[in-house]
């Protein structure tokens, strides 16, 4: 973006290259979407049948892990995540099919510069997919593209990203910082008017500016002392940074940023308010209320359009493993209570692994485990 004068379009325009430029452009928006998207990207998750065991062997779970040639699994859920927190949207192509019909790759898709291509009856509401890229238009049909996007009331077709929400914070913080370099370049602490009662001819009032900008002017120079000569008298005719409210106004522009991305201060390196609530429940809540639930999205869609490639029974899906994330296991333990409570109370286990979403299987898992407990006694 060119000094901050092209702002942020309006989402209803589908113009999103601007909002991609933002993640190198605006360095908030870079920190909270580098924090969310590696932290989804390396939040394990699991391959379930209907029974709720774990399959740890799978053409999926291979695809997954090793999804194209040029990247890794988490590599793609990165792309994924970071695409849905700048444009709303992320496109994965299901490519190199197999005899049955399975792809054997899948490659991200630059969200930026896919096209929908509306379909015509209610029953197909989505007909292709344009690429345009390279100079070059390809057209992928409906069912060779992924498409996993946020809740947008806006519109049914494209999704509404939390940069869209956060643009103005965005822009305003850029502004902000472009002014600031502006202050320090041009003329850092001194602004104001250089007086005598002299009358002073062309070559003198010359002599005094050059010399008076050549010794105080660019941040390099500021806070110098300056000597005035000759009856001159300096008088200040320009707004302080104090009085513009200069650092609250930052602040403020940055926690609009943080909130709607839904990153807590701490994360982002901010421990102002690291005395009230500590790191560790600051990234407790990060994952309950962020991390997981993106995931979830992200794993429900791939259950849902991806899956059935390799299961044509739809009997499997994808979940997050909660009980891998170590600022949760805290909650694994009140679980685990509470199922033990629950099974003196005479609940039935198959009830109490659903209910509580414990991480292993039904009967299976639960006699597993039964048999590791009295190998101890």
Same mark, same amino acid.
């Given at each position: 973006?060119?000094?901050?004068?092209?702002?942020?379009?309006?989402? @209803?325009?589908?113009?999103?290259?601007?909002?991609?430029?933002?993640?190198?452009d605006k360095p908030w928006v870079y920190c909270c979407v580098s924090i969310i998207a590696e932290s989804v990207s390396s939040?394990?998750?699991?391959?379930?049948?209907?029974? $709720? +065991?774990?399959?740890? =062997?799978?053409?999926?779970l291979e695809l997954l892990y090793k999804p194209n040639p040029f990247m890794t699994g988490r590599q793609l859920r990165q792309?994924?995540?970071?695409?849905?927190?700048?444009?709303?949207? @992320?496109?994965? #192509?299901?490519?190199?099919? &197999?005899?049955?019909?399975?792809?054997?790759?899948?490659?991200?898709?630059?969200?930026? %510069?896919?096209?929908?291509?509306?379909?015509?009856?209610?029953?197909?509401?989505?007909?292709?997919?344009?690429?345009?890229?390279?100079?070059?238009?390809?057209?992928?049909? @409906? =069912?060779?593209?992924?498409?996993?996007?946020?809740?947008?009331?806006? +519109?049914?077709?494209?999704?509404?990203?939390?940069?869209? @929400?956060?643009?103005?914070?965005?822009?305003?913080?850029?502004?902000?910082?472009?002014?600031?370099?502006?202050?320090?370049?041009?003329?850092?602490?001194?602004?104001?008017?250089?007086?005598?009662?002299?009358? %002073?001819?062309d070559a003198s009032r010359s002599r005094i500016i050059k010399s008076w900008t050549d010794k105080y002017t660019s941040a390099?120079?500021?806070?110098?002392?300056? #000597?005035?000569? $000759?009856?001159?008298?300096?008088?200040?005719?320009?707004?302080?940074?104090?009085?513009?409210?200069?650092?609250? $106004?930052?602040?403020?522009?940055?926690?609009?940023?943080?909130?709607?991305?839904?990153?807590?201060?701490? %994360?982002?390196?901010?421990?102002?308010?690291?005395?009230?609530?500590?790191?560790?429940?600051?990234?407790?809540?990060?994952?309950?209320?962020?991390?997981?639930?993106?995931?979830?999205?992200?794993?429900?869609?791939?259950?849902?359009?991806?899956?059935?490639?390799?299961?044509?029974?739809?009997?499997?899906?994808?979940?997050?493993?909660?009980?891998?994330?170590?600022?949760?296991?805290?909650?694994?333990?009140?679980?685990?209570?509470?199922? =033990?409570?629950?099974?003196?109370?005479?609940?039935?286990?198959?009830?109490?692994?659903?209910?509580?979403? %414990?991480?292993? $299987?039904?009967?299976?898992?639960?006699?597993?485990? =039964?048999? &590791?407990?009295?190998?101890?006694?």
């Amino acid at each position: 973006m060119n000094g901050g004068k092209n702002r942020l379009p309006s989402p @209803a325009a589908h113009n999103y290259a601007p909002y991609v430029e933002a993640y190198a452009d605006k360095p908030w928006v870079y920190c909270c979407v580098s924090i969310i998207a590696e932290s989804v990207s390396s939040t394990e998750f699991l391959l379930k049948n209907a029974a $709720g +065991d774990i399959i740890t =062997k799978h053409d999926i779970l291979e695809l997954l892990y090793k999804p194209n040639p040029f990247m890794t699994g988490r590599q793609l859920r990165q792309w994924i995540c970071a695409s849905l927190e700048l444009t709303g949207n @992320a496109y994965i #192509l299901k490519d190199a099919p &197999r005899a049955d019909g399975a792809p054997r790759e899948l490659f991200p898709l630059l969200s930026h %510069l896919v096209e929908i291509v509306p379909g015509t009856t209610a029953a197909e509401p989505i007909q292709g997919y344009k690429y345009r890229a390279g100079g070059k238009t390809a057209y992928y049909r @409906a =069912k060779d593209v992924i498409q996993i996007k946020y809740f947008n009331p806006f +519109d049914f077709f494209y999704g509404l990203s939390p940069l869209a @929400a956060a643009r103005s914070a965005a822009d305003s913080y850029e502004a902000a910082e472009i002014y600031n370099r502006s202050f320090f370049d041009n003329s850092a602490t001194l602004s104001g008017i250089l007086s005598t009662e002299t009358k %002073l001819d062309d070559a003198s009032r010359s002599r005094i500016i050059k010399s008076w900008t050549d010794k105080y002017t660019s941040a390099a120079k500021a806070h110098k002392v300056a #000597l005035l000569e $000759g009856g001159l008298k300096w008088q200040s005719i320009g707004m302080s940074q104090r009085d513009m409210d200069f650092i609250s $106004g930052l602040k403020l522009s940055r926690e609009a940023i943080l909130s709607i991305f839904h990153v807590p201060p701490a %994360l982002a390196g901010i421990f102002d308010h690291a005395p009230q609530y500590n790191t560790r429940e600051q990234q407790r809540i990060f994952y309950q209320t962020c991390v997981l639930p993106k995931m979830t999205l992200i794993l429900e869609a791939l259950t849902e359009f991806l899956l059935p490639d390799f299961d044509k029974k739809r009997e499997l899906y994808l979940t997050p493993d909660a009980s891998a994330i170590s600022v949760l296991k805290d909650d694994e333990e009140t679980r685990a209570k509470c199922a =033990k409570l629950y099974l003196e109370m005479g609940f039935d286990k198959d009830e109490v692994i659903n209910a509580l979403g %414990l991480p292993f $299987g039904l009967s299976g898992g639960y006699k597993k485990a =039964k048999r &590791r407990q009295n190998k101890k006694y």
